[in-house]
């Protein structure tokens, strides 16, 4: 998947550039005909204008008698040439084919010139250096073209690479996650070990952790838009119901967890508290230290899971309710639960506040009147 996902963003990129390229190349060949036909233009007119000029230079002199010098018509900018009537030069350069060149014959005979023809030898110039500037040009704008194309590309794909590698970890850790109480199962499930009452308690705890990976797994990718079931729950009584498989947990790294609890209620999916506070719980007895110390409280509606644990960097307080997000990886875990409770205290509606220091962490749910 991944090396598919690199080749259809390559072939994305060249397609990109390459038509980009041939568009701007497109866009600056038009741009260079018009400019190159306009200075024909120009060119052509002015030349004509020289040409119109000598013509009545020579129409003047002759009707006022008077003898004309024609090097006095040589203006330095064109070359011209004055021909008779038989096509003989009378005076002026040498006329080369492969130049402009503008062809007058308004003289009519006067001192003898039929036809004046003028050249241009400096549009070749013109012409080279109108290519130089295109070309550089281009190269400019597609070099502007480029850089910004990179920087959108970079730009729109980051959060794609970051999600996609957050998909790669999240697969790894929840093989892991599996993995390991798939492990202490197959390890405890034969009739020698089933004698020692520590293998029995190890396959329900990773029985339990088994269930409780499916049931986040459930609730995050399959649960969507399905029908919840609402009822006034009494808080203090699905609190309690947990507790055993929590406090079996919690003994194995000799946590203790202490509990003081009033008889609050809330309208909510039974299900949905049930995960909302055995994702608090989990944490708060993953990411504790060896001896450490749970305080759940409930009191008018406000539930309180406090640890003392190692604590959340301030930098990442803003991302811990991120999907796949890890703040450390001390401890298992794919980073589902706290976006699991996230998500139940928006959908009804609670306030969610998480206080954290080196001391531990502490989550509050205001759960209203």
Same mark, same amino acid.
């Given at each position: 998947?991944? &090396? *598919?996902?690199?080749?259809?963003?390559?072939?994305?990129? %060249?397609? &990109?550039?390459?038509?980009?390229?041939?568009? %701007?190349?497109?866009?600056?060949?038009?741009?260079?005909?018009?400019?190159?036909?306009?200075? &024909?233009?120009?060119?052509?007119? $002015?030349?004509?204008?020289?040409?119109?000029?000598?013509?009545? $230079?020579?129409?003047?002199?002759?009707?006022?008698?008077?003898?004309?010098?024609?090097?006095?018509?040589?203006?330095?900018?064109?070359?011209?040439?004055?021909?008779?009537? *038989?096509?003989?030069?009378?005076?002026?350069?040498?006329?080369?084919?492969?130049?402009?060149?503008?062809?007058?014959?308004?003289?009519?005979?006067?001192?003898?010139?039929?036809?004046?023809?003028?050249?241009?030898?400096?549009?070749?110039?013109?012409?080279?250096?109108?290519?130089?500037?295109?070309?550089?040009?281009?190269?400019?704008?597609?070099?502007?073209?480029?850089?910004?194309?990179?920087? =959108?590309?970079?730009?729109?794909?980051?959060?794609? *690479?970051?999600?996609?590698?957050?998909?790669?970890?999240?697969?790894?850790?929840?093989?892991?996650?599996?993995?390991?109480?798939?492990?202490? @199962?197959?390890?405890?499930?034969?009739? +020698?070990?089933?004698?020692?009452?520590?293998?029995?308690?190890?396959?329900?705890?990773?029985?339990? #952790?088994?269930?409780?990976?499916?049931?986040?797994?459930?609730?995050?990718?399959? !649960? !969507?838009?399905? $029908?919840?079931?609402? +009822?006034?729950?009494?808080?203090?009584? +699905? @609190?309690?119901?947990?507790?055993?498989?929590? *406090?079996? =947990?919690?003994?194995?790294?000799?946590?203790?967890?202490?509990?003081?609890?009033?008889?609050?209620?809330?309208?909510?999916?039974?299900?949905?508290?049930?995960?909302?506070?055995?994702?608090?719980?989990?944490?708060?007895?993953?990411?504790?230290?060896?001896?450490?110390?749970?305080?759940?409280?409930?009191?008018?509606? #406000?539930?309180?899971?406090?640890?003392?644990?190692?604590?959340?960097?301030?930098?990442?307080?803003?991302?811990?309710?991120?999907?796949?997000? #890890?703040?450390?990886? $001390?401890?298992?875990?794919?980073?589902?639960?706290?976006?699991?409770?996230?998500?139940?205290?928006?959908? &009804?509606?609670?306030?969610?506040?998480?206080?954290?220091? !080196?001391?531990?962490?502490?989550?509050?749910? #205001?759960?209203?009147?």
């Amino acid at each position: 998947m991944r &090396y *598919e996902n690199k080749s259809a963003l390559k072939r994305f990129v %060249l397609f &990109y550039f390459g038509s980009t390229f041939i568009l %701007l190349g497109i866009i600056f060949f038009l741009i260079y005909r018009m400019q190159l036909e306009s200075r &024909y233009d120009l060119t052509n007119a $002015q030349m004509r204008n020289f040409s119109f000029a000598l013509s009545s $230079q020579i129409i003047n002199a002759h009707m006022q008698g008077k003898k004309l010098d024609f090097d006095s018509l040589k203006n330095g900018r064109y070359k011209f040439a004055l021909y008779d009537k *038989e096509g003989h030069r009378l005076f002026g350069d040498m006329i080369e084919n492969d130049k402009i060149t503008v062809t007058d014959k308004s003289p009519l005979g006067h001192l003898g010139v039929w036809k004046i023809v003028v050249e241009d030898d400096t549009f070749a110039a013109h012409k080279k250096a109108l290519q130089q500037r295109i070309l550089l040009g281009f190269l400019l704008a597609y070099l502007v073209i480029m850089l910004v194309g990179y920087y =959108l590309i970079r730009l729109f794909t980051k959060p794609i *690479e970051e999600a996609r590698e957050r998909i790669d970890s999240f697969v790894k850790d929840t093989t892991h996650e599996l993995n390991t109480p798939v492990t202490a @199962i197959m390890m405890s499930a034969n009739p +020698e070990a089933l004698k020692n009452p520590k293998n029995i308690e190890r396959i329900y705890l990773s029985a339990r #952790r088994i269930g409780e990976l499916y049931k986040d797994l459930t609730y995050i990718f399959l !649960e !969507e838009g399905t $029908q919840k079931r609402k +009822e006034m729950v009494l808080l203090k009584e +699905e @609190i309690e119901g947990l507790m055993g498989y929590f *406090e079996l =947990l919690a003994s194995k790294k000799c946590i203790s967890i202490s509990l003081d609890l009033d008889e609050s209620t809330f309208m909510i999916d039974r299900e949905d508290f049930k995960r909302l506070f055995s994702n608090l719980l989990s944490n708060a007895i993953k990411y504790n230290k060896v001896g450490g110390s749970v305080t759940i409280t409930l009191k008018e509606g #406000r539930l309180t899971v406090k640890d003392s644990g190692i604590g959340i960097p301030k930098a990442k307080l803003g991302k811990i309710f991120d999907k796949y997000y #890890r703040a450390t990886t $001390q401890a298992g875990g794919f980073g589902m639960g706290l976006s699991i409770v996230e998500k139940i205290c928006r959908e &009804y509606g609670l306030d969610l506040d998480v206080h954290s220091d !080196e001391g531990g962490t502490e989550f509050v749910v #205001r759960f209203g009147a």
